[in-house]
């Protein structure tokens, strides 16, 4: 199984059910601008994609998946003109990623390529980018020497935490070289640890709610599931009291990036909206989706999960082999499945165990108070 400041809208004007194509544009956000650079495109043999040469990654690289874009509905692979019609078919395409991963980001920029190529003109909407670098993400888009390569310097990526700005370099030249908008897809990290202790409307306002589907009850089985990733990813070290407070924090990103996406693709210029982000944003049954499918029902989302290659997964995968829970009802946690070799091969309990402890530690008698 397989694990100056922007213009701004007030959160009133996204109206969730209407169509995508036929809205008029929200607000003149002054995010967007074209510019930049081609991203190369090569292949040595027909059946690797034309991200792969070389990897950048390399353990389990001679899996025979890997490379490979499957269905999660059937387990078949899909070729590039398969995967081209489905990209070009969606309103709102989520595309995933494992943050360090740089195949990943390879992948992503390809994908976005295969949209763009197919005569798409969606924006492009950024986990990693905030509301608090929206100024800097828009005085920089306009200079005439911007591209992609100072684009993450002009908005002090280096400081964010996220991965070294080189990784995520190709989409944005990608992006920028067929004029798509880019626009900040996050709240700041400040604005989620304070949601997550005080509750949403301490951030976003009751007005904030709806825009973002937090006024939406959360199924019971999906907050389990979503906990129990939570208590997954952190190596079962938080204690129990910390889990309100981080599913909160989920929540509201997932509300967040799903706002903007509709933001960005209700744009006079647009014709729908990409996301990129982690792969738990992504996921069609309980993300950024499930939150699209209230906001916008009427909208066609295409989830991608970009996902490292697991060493147990069959040559010839069942659907539920391209599940990461037992369960055999509901939607898959992706539509398609990109595989990649891995970046390492260290189990990360205790490559971040000390990390984990401290961050225990910290958690020990919290909580949130939302839902």
């Given at each position: 199984m397989i694990g100056a400041p922007p213009v701004r809208c007030p959160f009133a004007l996204v109206p969730p059910m209407l169509p995508i194509r036929r809205l008029a544009a929200l607000c003149a956000l002054a995010l967007l601008s074209p510019l930049l650079l081609a991203m190369p495109m090569t292949s040595a043999r027909a059946a690797d994609p034309p991200w792969s040469h070389p990897w950048m990654t390399d353990i389990r690289a001679d899996h025979p998946l890997v490379g490979r874009i499957l269905d999660a509905r059937t387990g078949a692979a899909l070729d590039p003109e398969a995967v081209t019609e489905r990209l070009a078919g969606a309103d709102?395409?989520?595309?995933g990623e494992k943050?360090?991963?740089?195949?990943?980001?390879?992948?992503q920029a390809w994908l976005l390529e295969r949209m763009v190529s197919a005569g798409r003109h969606p924006a492009v909407v950024w986990e990693m980018l905030d509301a608090g670098q929206g100024a800097a993400l828009a005085d920089y888009l306009v200079r005439p020497d911007a591209d992609a390569p100072g684009l993450g310097p002009a908005v002090d990526w280096g400081e964010s935490g996220w991965?070294?700005?080189a990784l995520y370099q190709p989409i944005a030249a990608v992006a920028l070289d067929a004029d798509l908008p880019l626009l900040p897809g996050n709240l700041p990290r400040a604005d989620i640890r304070r949601a997550a202790m005080e509750g949403w409307?301490?951030?976003?306002?009751a007005e904030g709610l709806a825009?973002?589907?937090l006024d939406v009850p959360f199924p019971d089985a999906l907050r389990e599931a979503l906990g129990a990733e939570i208590l997954r990813g952190h190596c079962d070290m938080l204690p129990e009291s910390a889990l309100p407070g981080m599913i909160a924090a989920q929540r509201l990103r997932d509300g967040e990036m799903a706002r903007a996406l509709l933001v960005g693709a209700n744009l006079e210029e647009t014709d729908g909206a990409v996301l990129i982000a982690g792969n738990g944003h992504a996921r069609a049954d309980r993300a950024v989706p499930w939150v699209l499918g209230h906001l916008a029902p009427e909208a066609s989302v295409?989830?991608?999960?970009?996902?490292?290659?697991?060493?147990d997964l069959p040559a010839d995968p069942a659907p539920a082999d391209l599940r990461d829970t037992d369960a055999d009802t509901g939607p898959p946690p992706f539509d398609l499945v990109v595989l990649t070799p891995a970046?390492?091969?260290v189990d990360p309990c205790e490559k971040f165990r000390e990390q984990l402890e401290r961050m225990r530690e910290r958690h020990e008698g919290g909580g949130g108070k939302n839902d």
């Open positions: 709102l395409v989520i595309l943050h360090d991963n740089p195949d990943h980001h390879r992948a991965p070294d700005w409307e301490a951030v976003v306002g825009p973002r589907a295409l989830s991608v999960g970009v996902l490292e290659v697991p060493e970046l390492e091969d």
